[in-house]
Each structure stands twice: as C-alpha cells, then as structure tokens.
C-alpha cells in the first residue's frame, strides 16, 4: 500500500543553520506530495505541496521537490529560525481523498 | 483561504460520560471531512472519513460505536467520544477537504481530551 518515511527525529540545530528533513514515499500512481507543520498544542498547517514531477513547492523559506525518479520529497530551508521549531510532516495524496502521513520529524533549533 | 474551526480546544471530562467534537468549514463546502487522533510524539492516526449525508467509513481497528461522526451538512462534522474511558485521552484532529479546484485540506487546531 501507499506509505511515506521520514527521518527520526529530533533534529537539533543551531539558528541560520542548513535544515533537511528527508522523505521518501511509495505509492502507485502519481500521487501529490505534502509538507506540513504542527506547533506545540496545535494542530497542522500546510507548509507547501508539489502535484507532479519536478514541482517544487516552496514557502516561508522552506522547499521540496517532488523527484519521480527518487521517489523523494525532502525538506530544506537555507537558515533556519528558533521559530521554525515544530513537527514537520510529510504526507501524500494518492487515488483517494485520503492522506498518508509520515510518523513526523521535531526539528528543534536553538539560538 | 480555507478555514476549518475545531471545538472546543481542550476538554477534560468524567469516565464513562461522552464528549462532542465539532468541525465547521467557515469558508468552504466540505465533502470530505477526516478525523484523526495523535497520540504524544506520534503520527496522525486517520480514524475515520466523513461525507456529507452519509456514513463514516471507519478505518481498522476504530470502533464505530465509541466514536460517534456525523456529517450532516456540508460545513459540520461532529466525533462524539461514547462512554469515555481515560484511554480515549489523546488529540483529536479534524480535516476538510472540498473538490473545487486542487484538492486540499484544511486541518482544524485539534481537541485535547483527557478523560479522568
């Protein structure tokens, strides 16, 4: 069935540090592809999302591209904020209105 | 953009007493709503899909007598917690979706319940 990995976390960093949050995914067809995040003691927030190939979703700094070939939707955000620190989760849509998500990546970023 | 308001935010209540969720739409017609539950430091756990004026197609293993959904219109849905027990503490976590345009989700800012 349809499934997305992602890294364990935590991810620690330091403030402007390089972020990359991997996420691979298997799914039949061609599915569209989610980032999003959750703050503590809310719920998510579409971060950005890519639909076919190539697509790179980009927002707030962050990006990801949608690569067929890897079957990869990885994370980055060049200089990272304390104020990014959050659960970050990608997920993926397939042939139904459901979403799939990974088990969610804390990215914690210290000044 | 689309909006999806959860309620209440947090609730604490009694075993054996039930407990109402609601999700609105306040923007957008949902046809599909979603309701989920996060346990700490874990993923989201689909429980079930909602559409309007039908049944709730639970996923394995959610008892549909426990947890109650009902889609009446096309901007409410509701999870009610049956005879809650302190292991039915956990987020609870609603999503919309519509399918005008790309399809989209809109999650709401989820429920803390803890039953005591």
């Known amino acids: 069935g349809d499934s997305v990995t992602q890294m364990e976390g935590p991810v620690t960093l330091s403030e402007e540090a390089f972020l990359t949050i991997n996420c691979t995914y298997t799914?039949?067809?061609?599915?569209?592809l989610f980032w999003y995040v959750q703050y503590p003691g809310e719920g998510l927030q579409l971060l950005l999302k890519?639909?076919?190939?190539?697509d790179k979703g980009s927002n707030k700094g962050f990006e990801a591209t949608y690569r067929k070939e890897t079957t990869s939707f990885h994370l980055e955000k060049g200089s990272v904020q304390v104020s990014d620190s959050a659960v970050y989760f990608c997920?993926?849509?397939?042939?139904?209105?459901?979403?799939?998500f990974g088990t969610g990546t804390r990215l914690q970023v210290f000044p | 953009g689309a909006v999806v308001s959860q309620h209440p935010s947090w609730v604490i209540c009694k075993s054996g007493t039930s407990v109402k969720i609601e999700c609105r739409s306040l923007?957008?017609?949902?046809?599909?709503m979603f309701w989920y539950r996060q346990f700490p430091k874990q993923s989201l756990m689909l429980m079930a899909t909602?559409?309007?004026?039908?049944?709730?197609?639970?996923e394995q293993g959610v008892e549909k007598d426990k947890f109650l959904i009902n889609h009446a219109s096309l901007t409410l849905s509701t999870l009610t917690v049956t005879s809650a027990h302190p292991e039915d503490s956990s987020f609870y976590i609603c999503?919309?979706?519509?399918?005008?345009?790309?399809?989209?989700?809109?999650f709401g800012s989820g429920t803390r319940l803890t039953v005591v």
């Open positions: 997920a993926l849509s397939a042939n139904t209105d459901k979403l799939i």
């Open positions: 999503s919309a979706t519509n399918r005008q345009g790309a399809k989209g989700y809109t």
């Open positions: 909602s559409n309007e004026g039908s049944k709730a197609t639970y």
């Open positions: 923007d957008f017609q949902a046809t599909t």
């Open positions: 890519a639909t076919k190939a190539d």
């Open positions: 799914a039949t067809g061609y599915p569209s």
